[in-house]
């Protein structure tokens, strides 16, 4: 028997002249006359969801609903559809990369949507509906999702565009840009192209489901958003590109400053490998060292040595090793 206390996120019967809420705690899939149809909206976490699922909804729809990783698909079951998408992740204190997922199951009169974290195109939705606006048919439900989805998605990989344009600038410019800085943007782009690029095909699915309930409008503005989602995979493509280039030229100067530094180390520990031989030589306390009773022996080293430098700084610049 399953559990009254725990209520789903949203319900509401949607016909052509609004939205009524469902005021059931655990109502069925089915609108009330008059209605196009029904959307219940629930958390995952719920321990009751998963019995009303596995009770009201087919086998394979249930497990896809309550299943604890996913990823985005579009798949024909029987008389429904299974749809799993992807958004980011505008949770506070969350990363948008770490993106949310949406399971859905949907039918010609209902839509059973299930969330993890909270999904702020789903929940423009719910507003929507909570104020009598929301989209009259399941077909205007998953255009309003997807374009939702697709818009925010946008939105963060533009903001991550200008982030590597700032980057780019200040590499070309000579300042300095940390490794921490290339490192984490790359890792958002490949995190955000892990999931779009199958997300895009299940738009592109969807969009091809053409002896289904969607009207050729509705399939034409999924077509739309399944090119804007190519579109952001082909931005994610050039963004990690362009970190690769910028990464290597990094490398490259770091690598170019080590070997110059190396190289003055080198050409100083030539100029400086003589002058130890021969202070080590007369420093040496043996008998028979010249220079031992003459008082001026000490300044004709110290010229000698200086000397010596300067004749081997001349050779290594007539040499253009300096």
């Not at 006359?33 to 959307?39: D, L």
């Not at 949507?113 to 507003?127: G, N, Q, W």
């Not at 590597?164 to 782009?189: F, N, P």
């Amino acid at each position: 028997m399953i559990a009254t206390q725990i209520m789903p996120i949203a319900a509401y019967d949607i016909s052509d002249i609004g939205s009524k809420a469902v005021s059931a705690a655990w109502p069925q899939p089915v609108p009330e006359a008059g209605h196009r149809y029904r959307w219940l909206h629930f958390d995952v976490a719920d321990a009751a969801m998963r019995s009303w699922a596995y009770q009201h909804l087919p086998d394979i729809a249930a497990g896809a609903l309550v299943q604890p990783e996913t990823r985005p698909r579009c798949e024909r079951h029987d008389a429904g559809l299974i749809l799993n998408l992807r958004g980011v992740n505008l949770n506070p204190q969350s990363s948008p990369e770490d993106m949310v997922s949406l399971r859905m199951w949907v039918t010609e009169g209902a839509v059973v949507s299930a969330r993890v974290r909270k999904v702020f195109a789903m929940d423009a939705l719910r507003e929507a509906a909570e104020g009598g606006t929301a989209p009259q048919t399941v077909g205007q439900f998953l255009v309003a999702l997807v374009h939702g989805l697709t818009n925010r998605i946008e939105t963060v990989v533009l903001d991550l565009e200008e982030k590597t344009d700032a980057l780019d600038d200040r590499v070309l410019e000579g300042a300095s840009a940390t490794g921490a800085d290339l490192t984490g943007l790359r890792q958002t782009v490949i995190k955000l192209r892990r999931f779009l690029n199958p997300q895009r095909e299940a738009i592109t699915a969807m969009a091809g489901l053409r002896d289904w309930i969607l009207s050729p409008d509705e399939l034409a503005e999924l077509g739309e958003a399944s090119n804007r989602t190519r579109r952001i995979v082909e931005q994610l493509d050039a963004l990690r590109e362009r970190l690769m280039s910028l990464q290597d030229h990094v490398d490259a100067e770091r690598a170019q400053a080590m070997s110059r530094n190396s190289y003055i180390l080198s050409i100083m520990a030539a100029i400086f490998l003589p002058l130890g031989f021969l202070t080590g030589l007369f420093g040496a306390n043996v008998a028979g060292m010249p220079g031992t009773a003459t008082p001026a022996a000490f300044w004709i080293l110290a010229f000698g040595s200086v000397a010596t430098g300067l004749l081997l700084f001349l050779i290594f610049r007539w040499t253009k090793l300096l």
